[in-house]
């Protein structure tokens, strides 16, 4: 009789329930959006009960369509969007809407982490800068600003690990996530308790750190009441998506590395050695004795959802297509690349360039410009930031041979490729393009015995579906319009700078002026 292992991934815009059976098929598959809110300039978060609704209802779906024995489902792995910062209390309630990795608010906490700490040694113990990106700042920002609140809180987890708490009453975090805190040595696998007395916050509000492939606990009552799942399936610890991308892509040895494109992109390389770099970020791997290096830009994807929600209107049935109408639009109005460049910085930008007040400019438009135009502006303003990170990271050493390319953005045959273009790189995208879920299948059957060795299997199923080469004739035109896109940037960081400021005296005095 035929065994599953379903894979679920927590993104910003949705849930991707995937489930496999055990050589890695499809056999039935659901996805659900849900709503960012965004509070004001830089504040972006997302409540956790939608994360949970859209995992039940992708779950129903799948078991509805597929009609297999529930007791066959043998284990399941949960990744998501990191880091994020989710307070609860003793019986896992959340106290507050998350704050999701896109959230900027917290600069004035990363300043008075810098001014407090060894901002050299915080580096060597973790691997990363401080930014608002990371869960630190974040923490210190709920204990500032509610501390009612905060004083209630029993746990701070991430979007995996409420999923993993409604699965299995078990609260969860893996190392990886860890990694990503700013408070955890990578080196020695352990909390920084100097760090966290210096601002009296104790390691206990975190969950005990597991590996991303340990058996948390079975699907309880309740919760197979509201999935359809079996009380007997397994749930691990699970992962940040970018590590279940490249263990879905196998990128695991050197001079591998996957970009994951979603509402954001990732760029994965794979190290089997610790390197940091200032510009870049780190990350463990889910293997032993791998570790990865990203390259991490906010809103590449989001900026395409913008043109899609804004310049058009759709019916809601019409969504899933609307992606399909925004590629024929380009190759009808703008199939050669043109002279509009597209900085893609809708909430600031993490690597490389780290700042939380970079905006989107479209620089180079004029009364004929039309719209398929813009669209293919922000295709290439993406793949010119992927470039920005994949030079950060060559010119620190690392060696990238093989590149894929996973999750939404990898269906689009114009982007791959005017991104192969781009990078002058040929770009190969595999068969399973999930961008997770087939990862944290992978894990879930390496946690029960299923799949002994991560590497061999992920190996093992990985298939090519096709590789996107460069179009020659446009790769030394992009080669000077890139000099052009990181000029603007830097031309024009000051003038973004002083208008955040602006507008800030703006809203405060507006604010002042209703008390």
Known sequence: MDKYLLGIDIGTTNVKSVLFDL?????????????????????????????????????????????????????????????????VDREGVPLRNALIWMDRRTESQCQQIRETVDEDKLFEQTGNRIDPFFILPKILWYKENEPDKYDRTYKIIQPNGYINFKLTNEYSMDNIHASLSLAYDVKNNNWIDTLLDTFNIDKEIFPEVKQSSDILGRISKQAALDTGLSENTIVITGTVDGVAAAIESSVIDEGYAVEMTGTSSVLLIASNHLKYNRNLTFMQHAVKDSYLIFGAMSTTGASLKWIRDNLYK??????????????????????????????????GERSPIWDSYARGIFAGMSLETKRGELIRAVLEGAAFALKHNLDEARNSGVKVDHLLSVGGGANSEIWMTIK???????????????????????????????????????????????????????????SDLFESYKSIYSDTRQTMHKMHDQYQKFEHQLNESQV
């Open 23 to 87: 050589h890695g098929t499809v056999i039935g598959s659901a996805q659900k959006e849900y709503e960012t809110i965004y509070i004001r300039d830089g504040w972006v978060e997302q409540d956790p009960e939608k994360w949970w609704s859209a995992v039940q209802s992708t779950i129903l779906q799948i078991l509805q369509n597929v009609k297999i024995e529930k007791n066959n489902i043998l284990a399941l792995g949960v990744s998501c969007q990191a880091p994020s910062m989710l307070p």
């Open 314 to 347: 759709w019916n809601p049935d019409q969504l899933d297509q609307a992606y399909q109408s925004l590629d024929a639009e380009v190759l009808s109005d703008a199939p050669l690349p043109g002279k509009i460049i597209y900085l893609p910085y809708l909430m």
């Open 420 to 478: 192969a273009s781009v990078l002058n790189l040929p770009i190969s995208v595999p068969y399973n393009s999930l961008g997770a879920p087939l990862g944290d299948a992978i894990l879930a059957g390496h946690a029960i015995g299923v799949f002994p060795d991560i590497k061999q299997t992920a190996m093992s199923f990985r298939k090519i579906k096709k590789t996107y080469e460069p179009c020659q004739q446009w790769v030394d035109y992009y």
